[in-house]
C-alpha cells in the first residue's frame, strides 16, 4: 500500500509564501500522477496541480497558474507544492494524492487511488 503524509500547512499574510511537503512511502508508480488537490469551506474539493512522479510535464489549475509550483524529489520520496503569492482565497485543506496506472484525466479525483489526510493552509488578509 501507498501512505501519503503532508505537512508544511498554517498561517500566512496574503502575498506571502508557503510550502507544502508530501511524503510517499510503500509502493509507487514511477511515471505515474501525483497531484495536489484542496477544499476549501462550503465548496468541493478541486484540482490544484499536477506531475509525473519521476517528474516531468506539470499541469495547473489556471486559479493558481503562475503562483504555484509542483515538484517531484524522488529521492527524498516527496511531492512538493510551492505557494507564492498567496491569497486569502487560497484558504483550504491541501491533500495530495497518487494514482495507480496511466494516461487518466489528472484533474479528477477519481483518477487518484491513495490520499494523504491533508493540511491546513490559511491566508489572512
Known amino acids: 500500500q501507498v501512505q501519503l503524509v503532508e505537512s508544511g500547512g498554517g498561517l500566512v499574510q496574503a502575498g506571502g509564501s508557503l510550502r507544502l511537503s508530501c511524503v510517499v512511502s510503500?509502493?509507487?508508480?514511477?511515471?505515474?500522477?501525483m497531484g495536489w488537490f484542496r477544499q476549501a469551506p462550503g465548496k468541493e474539493r478541486e484540482f490544484v496541480a499536477s506531475?509525473?512522479?519521476?517528474?516531468?510535464?506539470?499541469y495547473y489549475a489556471d486559479s493558481v497558474k503562475g503562483r504555484f509550483t509542483i515538484s517531484s524529489v524522488v529521492a527524498r520520496n516527496t511531492l512538493y507544492l510551492q505557494m507564492n503569492r498567496l491569497k486569502p482565497e487560497d484558504t483550504a485543506v491541501y491533500s495530495c494524492?497518487?494514482?495507480?496506472?496511466?494516461?487518466?484525466?489528472?484533474?479528477?479525483?477519481?483518477?487518484?487511488?491513495?490520499w494523504g489526510q491533508g493540511t491546513q493552509v490559511t491566508v489572512s488578509s
Open positions: 494524492a497518487a494514482a495507480s496506472s496511466r494516461g487518466i484525466p489528472v484533474t479528477m479525483r477519481t483518477s487518484y487511488d491513495y
Open positions: 510503500g509502493r509507487t508508480f514511477s511515471g505515474y500522477p
Open positions: 506531475i509525473p512522479w519521476s517528474g516531468g510535464s506539470t
